[in-house]
């Protein structure tokens, strides 16, 4: 795990290996931040959809129980969206690193869509 200061805060960028662990130990709150049309079609199983336009952090919950790492498709929008909780008081936030194509590229576990029946299927 990568940590940078910013405002007296912490952001943490993951790597797709700590999200997995963290994810199946149940440590974090995995919180995808793309597009619902991303997130419908391939997804990390357990994450929830939050996307970016519609972010709240006001609204986030507190991390007493289980961190929150956010994810994208690249890291591009998760650092973005991490930087802007710092901005709202948040005092550690995290994100992963590489987005949802380094999770496929490392060849994780994901949800995706069967192309001959567009149902879900279990991908990785």
Same mark, same amino acid.
């Not at 952001?11 to 700590?18: A, G, H, I, K, M």
């Not at 998760?78 to 802007?84: F, W």
């Not at 901005?87 to 949800?111: C, L, R, V």
């Given at each position: 795990?990568?940590?940078?200061?910013?405002?007296?805060?912490?952001?943490?960028?993951?790597?797709?290996?700590?999200?997995?662990?963290?994810?199946?130990?149940?440590?974090?709150?995995?919180?995808?931040?793309?597009?619902?049309?991303?997130?419908?079609?391939?997804?990390?199983p357990g994450s929830l959809l939050l996307p970016m336009s519609f972010v709240d952090c006001a609204s986030l919950p507190g991390?007493?129980?289980?961190?929150?790492?956010? +994810?994208?498709?690249? /890291?591009?929008?998760?650092? &973005?969206? @991490?930087? *802007?909780?710092?901005?709202?008081?948040?005092?550690?936030?995290? +994100?992963?690193?590489? /987005?949802?194509?380094?999770? &496929?590229? @490392?060849? *994780?576990?994901?949800?995706?869509?069967?192309?001959?029946?567009?149902?879900?299927?279990?991908?990785?």
């Open positions: 795990m990568k940590t940078e200061t910013v405002d007296n805060a912490t952001l943490e960028t993951w790597t797709v290996d700590e999200v997995q662990q963290a994810l199946n130990a149940r440590k974090i709150v995995l919180i995808d931040v793309r597009t619902p049309q991303e997130y419908m079609f391939e997804h990390i991390q007493t129980d289980k961190r929150i790492v956010f +994810h994208c498709g690249s /890291g591009v929008r998760s650092e &973005k969206v @991490a930087r *802007k909780a710092i901005e709202e008081g948040f005092e550690q936030i995290a +994100h992963m690193e590489g /987005g949802f194509g380094a999770w &496929k590229a @490392a060849q *994780k576990p994901y949800t995706g869509t069967d192309m001959a029946t567009g149902a879900p299927k279990r991908m990785g």
